[in-house]
């Protein structure tokens, strides 16, 4: 079945820049959408189309794409954005697939 | 305002069945396509299945083996999924889903032997 693969875990001071990958065989292809996690709550749209920023939904969040790994990048990372990140997209059959999930930590 | 209500969760003895609702309203419910999504305890997102605006396509996880069945009745806005068989490993949250940012909060299921 369709995978998409993240990295467990990312660390990064406040202010710095946090990069978290999604890779996938069918990225590039395919959209791909980003989610954001806190606990105990749903998920949150943060980047669609691999690289819109949906209205509400601050500057520092920035999407990209390059081959089957899509980016998502937070620059100049808050203390509230440590979450949980999920990219996701279609799986090709009519269904979709999530992400692995990254934890980021600030 | 957009909201998903998601229902019907609970505990289960494992091999038993659950129904899940989800009540939609502040969008035309009718003109999306739907979905159920879940989350084991401490794990991440699992699409489970999906099930287009009229009712006449769905899709499912494949590794589900057919033990549950997501419908839709668009007169009432709503959104549901008949899990049956239930397993320890389905023990979740089970998210409705619109799709984009359009989340219900969720339902825990909690199956036990």
């Known amino acids: 079945s369709y995978a998409l693969t993240q990295p467990p875990s990312v660390s990064v001071s406040p202010g710095q820049t946090a990069r978290i990958t999604c890779s996938g065989d069918?990225?590039?292809?395919?959209?791909v959408y980003w989610y954001q996690q806190k606990p105990g709550q749903a998920p949150v749209l943060v980047i669609q189309?691999?690289?819109e920023r949906p209205s509400g939904i601050p500057e520092r969040f920035s999407g990209s794409s390059s081959g089957t790994t899509v980016t998502l990048t937070i620059s100049g990372v808050q203390p509230e954005d440590e979450a949980d990140y999920y990219c996701?997209?279609?799986?090709?059959?009519?269904?979709?697939?999530f992400g692995t999930g990254t934890k980021v930590s600030v | 305002e957009v909201q998903l209500v998601d229902s019907g969760g609970g505990l289960v003895q494992a091999g038993g069945s659950l129904r899940l609702s989800c009540s939609a309203s502040?969008?035309?419910?009718?003109?999306?396509?739907m979905s159920w999504v879940r989350q084991a305890p401490g794990k991440g997102l699992e699409w489970v299945a999906n099930?287009?605006?009229?009712?006449?396509?769905?899709n499912y996880v494949d590794s589900l083996k057919g033990r549950f069945t997501i419908s839709r009745d668009n007169s009432k806005n709503s959104l549901f999924l008949q899990m049956s068989s239930l397993g320890l490993n389905d023990t979740a949250v089970y998210y409705c889903?619109?799709?984009?940012?359009?989340w219900g909060r969720g339902t825990l299921v909690t199956v036990f032997s």
């Open positions: 889903w619109a799709g984009g940012s359009y």
């Open positions: 189309k691999d690289s």
């Open positions: 996701q997209s279609s799986d090709g059959r009519g269904g979709s697939v």
């Open positions: 502040g969008f035309t419910f009718s003109r999306y396509w």
């Open positions: 099930i287009n605006k009229d009712g006449t396509e769905r």
């Open positions: 069918a990225v590039g292809n395919v959209y």
